[in-house]
């Protein structure tokens, strides 16, 4: 919930900042969702064919994948009213938002990762100093 | 290049470098990844032939299309990024394999070209917002770059700013840590903050406040759509699990069966009392 508090600030933020009208700005958002639903949908079926084939449930996964970017796609037509020109931007624009936001993430949890692994390992010596200075004593 | 009408009122056309790389976008590159992690052996090296077809597809886009398609931006936006995720891609498995890791470790000292190359990566970004960004056909700063390195920046910003707050409420111990993220969401935020006030190659301020502001609203917009769209297929594997009520049950054992093992355990029996009365013998 504070979350979603948070979010509804931001855009609302950045309507202001944007110069478009709520609407607009509203319409830009959720056709980006959509999309986004789209392509995860693309990439999550396209993983799920080639992973799941021998799972006793394969084939309602598959379909369970493709249609969250079916209606998200009926969607899109039916109320965006948009011309292709358009419709292909917004695809462009998400997924390439969607590759930024993917190396981001990526990139600061593989540098967590490798603190803590470096981290733990300096740990585990020191634990070890302090076990053999025991044993000595 | 012929053109492909797409048949809608007040639509446009599309030529067949566009589709090619639509196709290989959406098609070839998603089913090359899911064919080449997760496909049998033998299926791997179709998966990564489909990659190489898909990214060659791609590259002919950006080398042969419409120089002022949108997909050539796109693609130059993509390849402009390539050299800079990649570079901080292998930083940080240097860095994880330069660590006590269990797996082959690395040199000690090769940790320092990790860090080296993480920063470089950033630089490598910074440098091309600063002297050479990818442009549209109009020789104007491509919108889609904008986007990429607003979008990069802003969620850079979030996680490691968020990271370090989790990292905080864990006391003095994890301080180490936040020292080493912290460049990155500073780096992040300084790069943000001079692309709003003094503004990079060819994008001056009030310009690059808009596209933040739009790109910012594409990002919310991306980060809701796909986060619903993790819970849906976490929801289908959920029901699809509980659909699977029990396991197969195993037929029941034919009557020849049954007197093969019957004979099978009579044998058993035989064998351990003759042991049992053998050993007795000799312990006797």
Known sequence: MPGSFVLMGLAVALVGLSGKDVGESVQLIVESAFVAMILSSLVLSSFVLFASKSHPQAKSIITGAVSIGLFPAIAVIAIGGNTVEESVEILGHVMIILIASIVA????????????????????????????????? | MPMLSTGRTGGCELDTWAIS???????????????????????????????????????????????SSFEREVSLTLLA???PSIMMGCSTILLIFTSDSPVKPLPR?????????????????????LFSPPTSSGGAVSEVWTIWLTSF????????????????????????????????????????NYALTAGFKGLAPEVALGRFAEASLMLIGTVLGTGVALFLFGLVLYVSERGITQLPTASPLTDGEKELIRSRVERGREIVTQVDSTGGESDS
Not at chain 2, 33 to 61: E, H, N, P, Q, Y
Not at chain 2, 167 to 183: C, D, K, N, Q, W
């Open chain 1, 105 to 137: 993430t990526a990139l600061i949890f593989s540098l967590l990762v490798a603190i803590v692994t470096d981290r733990r390992s300096q740990a585990r010596y020191l634990l070890g100093d302090a076990f053999s200075a025991d044993s000595e004593e």
């Open chain 2, 81 to 83: 990024s390539l050299g």
């Open chain 2, 21 to 67: 790389f639509w196709i290989a976008t959406l098609v070839l590159i998603p089913s090359g990844l899911g064919m080449t992690l997760f496909a049998k052996r033998s299926m791997k090296r179709v998966g990564i032939l489909v990659g190489i077809v898909g990214s060659a597809m791609i590259l002919l886009t950006t080398v042969l299309g419409d120089s």
């Open chain 2, 153 to 192: 920046l802003l969620i850079l910003l979030t996680l490691g700013l968020t990271s370090i707050i989790f990292l905080l409420s864990m006391g003095e111990a994890r301080y180490t840590e936040i020292i080493s993220i912290l460049p990155l969401p500073v780096g992040a935020g300084l790069m943000l």
């Open chain 2, 109 to 129: 000292p090769l940790r320092w070209f990790g860090w080296g190359g993480l920063l470089l990566g950033l630089g490598w970004i910074l440098a091309l917002a």
